[in-house]
C-alpha cells in the first residue's frame, strides 16, 4: 500500500486500468515527481508533491474521414518545488469527483500552465469529460 503525501489516502499502486505506472492519489488525484524521461522510470532526484492543475485529451489524431477522435482524459501536473509539468493518465478507479473538479479549476490551470499548445479542458467541456467518466453526460440542475 502506498500513503498519499497529500491526503494520507492509502491505496494501491496496480490492480484498477492505468495503474502500472501511477504516482498519483485516486482520492485527491495529487502525485509524486516521481519519473523523469518516461513513465515509471521512476528516476526522478526531485520526489516533490506534484499538484493536479487541469485536464487535458490525449491527442489521438483524427479519423480517415479527417474528424478529430476523442482521446482519453489526462490530468496535467505540476512540480510544487521545480515547476515540472508532466501528463498522466487518468486510472480506472480516480475518484470521477475530483476529476470534475478539475475541470471547474480551468482558469486557475491556464494562469499556472500558459502553455497553448495543450488543450486544457473546462466547463465548456463537462459533456465530453463525463461520456467519458460516465458514458453519459450527467444530469444538473
Known sequence: MITCK???????????????????????????????LAPGDRMSLCKSLMEPIGLTEKDEGCDKYGRERTGELMIIHRCQKCAKISINRIAGDDNPDSIIYLASKQDFARAKFPDSRIKILGANDLNKIEIQLYGKPQFRD
Not at 497529500?6 to 495503474?19: D, K
Not at 504516482?23 to 516521481?34: G, R, T
Open 6 to 36: 497529500n491526503c494520507h489516502e492509502q491505496f494501491s499502486e496496480g490492480g484498477a486500468i492505468g495503474t502500472k505506472n501511477r504516482n498519483h492519489c485516486p482520492k485527491c488525484l495529487w502525485s509524486l515527481h516521481l519519473d523523469s
